[in-house]
């Protein structure tokens, strides 16, 4: 399996995976205004046998400090459970550190994202309308510079609440 930057080529692979993986539109539209509003900072996909398989977006985030949003991240159904995801995510933490981001915020299962480091503690400090068990943080380059403060993902994810 190849991690690599997503192109514009890929568009249409990227749509269809995450409507499969997701069962609907609207995570391909988070990702279709995140990218037309300019708020993408890293989009990666997975590649296996020469086709997109999955694919992981984080995006800017406004925050005390440095810090993205990982969202969302969707791997093909035929393809789950196969550690692409998880590959996914450690592709995007690196990518988000080498963007010089100090956090990565990210919405989800606590028990996935918690194997990666990301944690609902940390992030309590954080005022956010997603505010709650399922925002957790993950600290990059060591511990967050700013215990607490608001965040505010990027407009597009408004349309998703």
Do not use: C, K, N
């Not at 005390?64 to 789950?80: G, I, N, T």
């Not at 996914?88 to 933490?93: E, G, K, T």
């Not at 997603?130 to 060591?142: D, I, K, N, T, W």
């Amino acid at each position: 399996m190849l991690i690599r930057p997503a192109f514009p080529d890929d568009a249409a692979a990227i749509h269809a995976v995450v409507t499969a993986a997701f069962g609907g539109e609207d995570e391909a539209r988070l990702i279709a205004a995140l990218d037309a509003d300019g708020d993408t900072v890293v989009s990666l996909v997975a590649v296996e046998a020469d086709e997109i398989v999955g694919h992981i977006l984080l995006s800017g985030l406004a925050a005390p400090f440095p810090s993205l949003a990982l969202a969302p991240l969707a791997v093909r159904p035929d393809h789950q459970r196969r550690a692409v995801g998880s590959a996914l995510v450690r592709a995007a933490i690196q990518a988000g550190q080498v963007a010089g981001a100090r956090a990565i915020f990210v919405l989800g299962d606590p028990d996935y994202y918690g194997r990666f480091g990301f944690g609902a503690a940390q992030a309590r400090g954080f005022s956010s309308p997603y505010a709650g068990p399922h925002l957790m943080v993950l600290p990059l380059g060591g511990p967050l510079p700013v215990p607490t403060g608001r965040i505010d993902h990027a407009p597009a994810f408004a349309a998703l609440v």
